[in-house]
């Protein structure tokens, strides 16, 4: 895969998990749907101040982890053909996130996250990013991550600081460029997510169905040079020998 089609495709991922948490945030009273942490810190906080929605929270996070071990299943089912693995995974996640849009245009307008129609909205809102964040590290390895950006941002902030102490080589400049657009196109889809569900409630999971969809309709990449690429990018370390 061309270093142009990953950066695109770890933007779609990107704006992808940014618009679904930033949806399930806002429609679903807090509930981060593309990572854990988030949802930790508000259940620590509900149980503190007796809050509401802390029912939602708590099964979200067993819906996450169901949805990464499938996810796994169906990576070790291609173990001999990794790439051929990115087609079931796409699908998973594309059933989940069809199934949580349809939850939640019945439930719609949701008024209260501790009845059965938006717990089981977040819960399917989960298990699909549950699923691409174990895409991440399963069949997209060589991808910054998609869903989470503190660690995006340390990297990218580290690589600008050895640029401008002169550390120009070429690995900490693609490493650069690798991670920053996911952060940038996550920043996107978290601003349109949030809009997009004011406009359209539920309907507006439509368009990152729709991106899901043409990630599954496209060929499968052959990642024959993963672990490689892995290793020439991941390092904080500029690569000694790689001059300008």
């Known amino acids: ?14 704006f992808i998990a940014g618009y679904v948490d930033t949806l399930g945030f806002v429609a679903l009273f807090g509930l981060f749907t593309a990572h854990v942490t988030g949802n930790f810190v508000l259940i620590g906080a509900e149980l503190a101040q007796s809050g509401h929605g802390l ?66 909205t977040g819960i399917f809102g989960a298990a699909a990013m549950g699923v691409q964040n174990a895409a991440s590290k399963l069949v997209w390895a060589n991808l910054a991550p998609t869903t989470v950006m503190t660690g995006n941002v340390t990297q990218v902030i580290v690589d600008v600081v050895d640029l401008f102490c002169g550390e120009r080589d070429l690995a900490t400049r693609a490493r650069l460029i690798k991670f920053v657009w996911p952060i940038v196109a996550f920043g996107t889809g978290a601003i349109a997510g949030a809009f997009a569900y004011v406009q359209w409630s539920f309907w507006a ?40």
């Open 55 to 120: 029912l939602i929270k708590w099964l979200a996070f067993p819906a996450f982890i169901v949805a990464v071990a499938l996810a796994r299943l169906l990576a070790r089912a291609y173990s001999r053909a990794p790439r051929n693995a990115q087609r079931p995974i796409l699908a998973l996640q594309l059933f989940f996130l069809a199934v949580c849009m349809t939850l939640g245009l019945i439930a719609s307008p949701v008024r209260d996250a501790d009845t059965l129609l938006p717990i089981l």
């Open 205 to 244: 999971l439509l368009l990152p169905l729709l991106i899901v969809l043409m990630q599954l309709l496209a060929r499968p990449v052959d990642r024959q040079q993963l672990s490689e690429s892995q290793r020439a990018t991941s390092s904080i370390r500029p690569i000694s020998g790689i001059k300008r």
């Open 1 to 14: 895969m061309s270093a142009r089609n990953d950066i695109v495709q770890g933007m779609a991922l990107g």
